[in-house]
């Protein structure tokens, strides 16, 4: 695995681990909680993207066609 992939294995479980963390606090008010959801949701999505993407890619340069 080279340094570029593995760059966004680093980006991606980071977006992932902010996103829970996002989600699991607590905040007063109910704007703020809509905030948080959004917020949560859009880096648990694109940790999700970013790890995809690794696996796609680690997956494409072993997969040697016959």
């Known amino acids: 695995m080279d340094i570029g992939r593995l760059a ?4 991606g479980g980071l977006a992932v ?6 989600l699991t606090r ?3 008010g ?3 909680r ?3 959801r959004i917020a949560g949701t859009m880096l648990l999505a694109f ?3 970013t790890l ?3 696996a796609l890619l680690t997956r494409a340069q072993f997969d040697v066609l016959p």
């Open 8 to 11: 966004l294995l680093g980006a």
């Open 17 to 22: 681990i902010a996103g829970l963390f996002v």
């Open 26 to 28: 607590r905040t007063p």
């Open 30 to 32: 109910e704007p703020a």
């Open 34 to 36: 809509y905030a948080r």
């Open 47 to 49: 940790g999700g993207a």
């Open 52 to 54: 995809l993407l690794v």
